[in-house]
């Protein structure tokens, strides 16, 4: 979600807001390989455009020069004098309504450019629909749909997940614990033959129709009484996906008691694998010492922060999302709330992206097992699940939104 959605503001003014030009949320970019849609950042309140986003799908280089951000398209170059509105286009000054402008290290430039310059410039080959907010390749056969396999970085949510309250697209990788030869628990109060891989795969299973029926995408790591390693299975969840969440039933070791022990609790990565990972960055920064005068040795030194910060900003995404989905979990079960934990799942380690692992109930508790069991008890959970999610992923869009902002 992070890397791969520099986003920038994005506004979502409808053609509703009363008198005033509306701003469309996105451009889609047509050219012979395929429809992209490409957002619209706000800067100072002018509608702005991701340089790097444009270069994928356009003929776009950008180089900056001094004061000066050098875009060139087709290989003529537009001279941009940087949060000022205004280019150059050879000897010609053209005023802007807004300037171009960097964020860390993206440059933006004013849709305006893409709109009405470069259609202006290569009358022949491109054209700009404001009404439809679509720059297309001029003499392009009618393109159906866009190709659904190039997501572009960023995606407006479907009409369902519009109806779910979310404004981007999402994915989700539910994950059913266990599976094939690995029964996972026996399940003391399941019914015979049921085990704690069946009930996972049922309530994922559940879990991915709540989903999908609020507009979010989602992948399995099996659908089917099949074993999936640990260690591959978070690897289903890596660019364009959002989170990951595992689905297990928990038990207890027989000891006085056992069957006493019951209700929902959600996990995520434990802290130990944290301490561990900012131990060996600060052990490899450490032989940097040595190696003064070395640019490369500067720059690795970087790179290690730079690991150590994004698994802190997973981890903290983790444990927001395993907040949210344990209150939506806990509150229709009727083991109790368990709360959330850390812990080292090896399924969760590998995690390039927000993930949690949920003990739906325990199997050696009688009223659990029967929950755990029963289809409304799976449907209960899978609904609530999807619930958390959905607050989750709201949340999360509103950091991109609008924690992006200059
Ligand atoms: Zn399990």
């Known amino acids: 979600m992070t890397s791969s959605l520099v986003v920038g503001v994005v506004m979502f003014l409808g053609a509703s807001s009363s008198g005033a030009t509306s701003v469309p949320a996105s451009v889609v970019i047509a050219t012979s390989r395929g429809e992209h849609v490409v957002p619209v950042a706000l800067h100072e309140g002018h509608p702005s455009l991701s340089v790097p986003a444009l270069s994928r799908y356009l003929p776009i280089t ?27 286009h050879g000897p010609r000054m053209i005023p802007l309504v807004g300037g171009a402008y960097l964020v860390r290290d993206t440059l933006y430039v004013p849709l305006q450019w893409l709109a009405e310059l470069v259609p202006q410039v290569f009358t022949e080959g491109y054209r700009y629909d404001p009404r439809s ?30 109806e779910a309250g979310l404004r981007m697209a999402h994915r989700v990788v539910i994950d059913p614990g266990h599976g094939g030869v690995d029964p996972g628990n026996p ?14 795969l049922s309530i994922g299973q559940l ?3 709540e989903l999908e029926r609020r507009g979010v995408d989602v992948v399995m790591t099996r659908s089917t009484d099949t ?3 640990l260690e591959h299975r978070a690897r289903f969840c890596r660019d364009g996906c959002d989170l990951f969440v595992s689905v297990h039933v928990n038990s207890m070791p027989r000891r ?22 900012q131990r060996v960055a600060q052990m490899e920064n450490e032989a940097l010492r040595y190696e003064t005068g070395s640019a ?42 368990r709360g959330i934990s850390q ?16 003990e739906t109930g325990f199997a050696t508790n009688r009223r659990d097992g029967e929950f755990l069991a029963s289809t409304s008890g799976q449907r209960r959970l899978a609904q609530a699940i999807a619930n958390g999610i959905v607050v989750y992923l709201k949340r999360y869009e509103q950091k991109v939104l609008i924690g992006m902002e200059p």
Not at 256 to 277: N, P, Q
Not at 296 to 315: M, P, R, S
């Open 62 to 88: 950008d180089r900056i020069e001094g004061d000066w951000a050098v875009v060139a398209f087709g290989g003529e170059p537009f001279r941009f004098l940087l949060e000022a509105p205004v280019l150059m």
């Open 133 to 162: 907010a679509r720059f297309e390749e001029a003499g392009l056969p009618r393109l159906a749909n866009a190709s659904a396999a190039t997501r572009a970085a960023f995606e407006p949510a479907s009409a369902r997940g519009r």
């Open 187 to 200: 399940g003391r109060y399941l019914p015979r033959g049921v085990k704690e891989k069946h009930v996972t």
């Open 207 to 209: 879990l991915r129709t």
């Open 227 to 229: 074993l999936i390693n």
């Open 256 to 277: 006085t008691g056992y069957e006493r022990v019951s209700g929902f609790e959600t996990y995520f990565l434990g802290e130990a694998l944290t301490a561990e990972a």
């Open 296 to 337: 490369i040795g500067a720059n690795d030194a970087l790179t290690f922060i730079f690991k150590d910060l994004q698994t802190n900003e997973i981890l903290r995404e983790s444990a927001l999302l395993a907040d949210v989905v344990q209150t939506h979990g806990a509150s229709v079960h009727p083991g109790g709330d």
């Open 343 to 358: 812990n080292r799942f090896v399924v969760l380690a590998t995690a390039t992206r927000p993930a949690i692992l949920v």
